[in-house]
């Protein structure tokens, strides 16, 4: 069932109620009333949570800003009225800007600007604040912070596309999940799914670090190879792409699965998709799949997989949807 959308007004007062809670829940003389009170507010519109989460982001960045300017930021999804969010957040925050703020922007420590984006239902085009272009996937969530050592991006889920301006004093990094990706200036791509990550490099040089507490700067990528890391690897796992990788398809609106296994293809797929889609056993996760598919459309995908494999779907007690084998027919004597 589709909504009506709210007014200017009924957008304004759910930002200043987000800015009243979120000042209460930071006071120490804030109640269990109140947080129940605020509980019953949050779950109430799915708006609610929304713009709370917003609110407290930029008040626990302002915590840390060294100067009492309010950062730059960019709008996140919805954009109707969000300056003015930004603007009660500021006034909120500005009671929370420690004096000692300047000696950690000196020691490189804090940030002096912070911007979030994200793209939910569109690829979206974003510019940085160093003037970086970058290319949001569907479902995709990133900061960027400006340092005095380092321009840090820290992605939070999804896939993005950077086009980073050259500054070979000032490195860019990009975190995501436990390792980073360094650079001065470059074009390449940030693919992660839970713990998995994959990075793709078109132009110039990278540094690709699977865990950023480990020592040392990492592997070094050059055009045309790719990095993979997941949880617990010690390094990188490094390859050659060749002319025909699809890895950037989605720029396009396509996902192309090239005759991959069922456990190959579901990380790429289950990022688009509301379910998850889950194996029944890891023989079904050698069935192979292949073909075209547009990234909005991928919620179908998992109804239209018994027409072209061997499978069958079931659901789980969690709602999400588990492809199984279709049972082997005995042979005949």
Not at 276 to 295: E, F, K, Q
Not at 315 to 320: H, I
Request: glycine share 6%; net charge negative; aromatic share 10%.
């Amino acid at each position: 069932m589709t909504q009506n959308p709210l007014s200017e007004d009924e957008y304004d007062a759910i930002t200043d109620a987000a800015a009243h809670w979120c000042m209460r829940l930071h006071a120490v003389d804030c109640t269990t009333e109140e947080r129940l009170a605020f509980e019953q507010w949050r779950d109430a519109h799915p708006l609610h949570a929304f713009e709370y989460e917003a609110m407290l982001e930029i008040w626990d960045v302002a915590e840390h800003l060294p100067r009492p300017e309010p950062a730059a930021v960019v709008p996140i999804r919805p954009p109707v009225k969000s300056w003015r969010r930004y603007a009660v957040a500021a006034s909120v925050c500005a009671l929370a800007l420690p004096l000692a703020a300047w000696t950690g922007w000196n020691m490189g420590w804090l940030p002096n600007s912070y911007q979030h984006f994200a793209a939910t239902d569109n690829v979206h085009h974003v510019t940085l604040g160093d003037g970086s272009q970058v290319e949001l996937n569907l479902n995709t969530e990133l900061t960027y912070s400006n340092y005095k050592d380092e321009r840090r991006v820290t992605l939070k889920k999804g896939e993005a596309f950077f086009e980073v301006t050259h500054d070979l004093s000032h490195p860019f990094v990009v975190r995501a999940a436990e390792g980073k990706i360094r650079v001065t200036g470059t074009r390449f791509n940030v693919w992660m799914y839970e713990d998995q990550v994959k990075v793709n490099l078109i132009e110039g040089s990278v540094l690709v670090t699977s865990n950023a507490r480990l020592p040392g700067d990492g592997l070094r990528l050059g055009p045309s190879m790719q990095a993979r890391y997941k949880h617990g690897d010690y390094i990188p796992q490094i390859s050659q792409t060749y002319a025909n990788d699809t890895s950037l398809a989605w720029r396009s609106g396509k996902l192309v699965l090239d005759n991959l296994s069922l456990n190959e293809a579901l990380p790429q797929i289950n990022r688009y998709l509301d379910k998850p889609l889950m194996l029944a056993d890891n023989s079904t996760g050698a069935i192979r799949v292949g073909g075209i598919y547009n990234i909005r459309e991928l919620n179908s995908f998992a109804s239209s997989l018994p027409k072209v494999l061997p499978v069958f779907l079931t659901r789980n007690k969690d709602g999400n949807p588990v492809i199984n084998p279709m049972p082997q027919q005995p042979a005949k004597n």
